[in-house]
T-cell receptor, first 110, second 114 residues
Framework: SQELEQSPQSLIVQEGKNLTINCTSSKTLYGLYWYKQKYGEGLIFLMMLQKGGEEKSHEKITAKLDEKKQQSSLHITASQPSHAGIYLCGADDNTGKLIFGQGTTLQVKP | DSGVTQTPKHLITATGQRVTLRCSPRSGDLSVYWYQQSLDQGLQFLIQYYNGEERAKGNILERFSAQQFPDLHSELNLSSLELGDSALYFC?????????????FGSGTQLSVL
């Protein structure tokens, strides 16, 4: 079955710094979600990518889908404390089930 | 606020007991998904219902069952509870049944089995 591996598992950055989180799939990616979770709370939708090479941006967050590499990246520019949380990528496991990576915990130091 | 309501927020029970978690999807959403989140396993897909019918099934234990009612709310029943069932259980909903639809998550039910 398909698996999603996120890297790094955790990240601590200084406020104002840029950062990148990667999500690699064990099988072909036909699309991918990015969600954000505050500790102990529900997941908040960030972006959905459905085409190879697609890139989407929302405020200071940009996500790209590289279907050849079976990978997606999430880039945050000029990080702020409000960006802190757990970032999860999700994708169809090719059997109609939406699975998620283990998550990347981001801390932003003021 | 995602529009997805889960009750209760917290549940503390003992091993061997049975509990029911409830989810009300966003107005107009026909699909309901259940996920289990624990520190060691991450976010695991349990089951999806679409308009009352089971649509997809994950690694849901036989001790767990779910259903979606005609008014589209869903219940997840967990029985013969074990310590390892302690986790955060999320419900999510979407408009249709396609995989790549935007999912809206509830705030979860924290289950503690003592």
């Amino acid at each position: 079955s398909q698996e999603l591996e996120q890297s790094p598992q955790s990240l601590i950055v200084q406020e104002g710094k840029n950062l990148t989180i990667n999500c690699t799939s064990s099988k072909t990616l036909y699309g991918l979600y990015w969600y954000k979770q505050k500790y102990g709370e529900g997941l908040i939708f960030l972006m959905m990518l459905q085409k190879g090479g697609e890139e989407k941006s929302h405020e200071k967050i940009t996500a790209k889908l590289d279907e050849k590499k079976q990978q997606s990246s999430l880039h945050i520019t000029a990080s702020q404390p409000s960006h802190a949380g757990i970032y999860l990528c999700g994708a169809d496991d090719n059997t109609g089930k939406l699975i998620f990576g283990q998550g990347t915990t981001l801390q932003v130091k003021p | 606020d995602s529009g997805v309501t889960q009750t209760p927020k917290h549940l503390i029970t003992a091993t061997g007991q049975r509990v029911t978690l409830r989810c009300s999807p966003r107005s107009g959403d026909l699909s309901v998904y259940w996920y289990q989140q624990s520190l060691d396993q991450g976010l695991q897909f349990l089951i999806q219902y679409y308009n009352g019918e089971e649509r997809a099934k994950g690694n849901i234990l036989e001790r767990f069952s779910a259903q979606q009612f005609p008014d589209l709310h869903s219940e997840l029943n967990l029985s013969s509870l074990e310590l390892g069932d302690s986790a955060l259980y999320f419900c999510a909903s979407s408009r249709g049944q396609a995989v790549y639809e935007k999912l809206f998550f509830g705030s979860g039910t924290q289950l503690s089995v003592l």
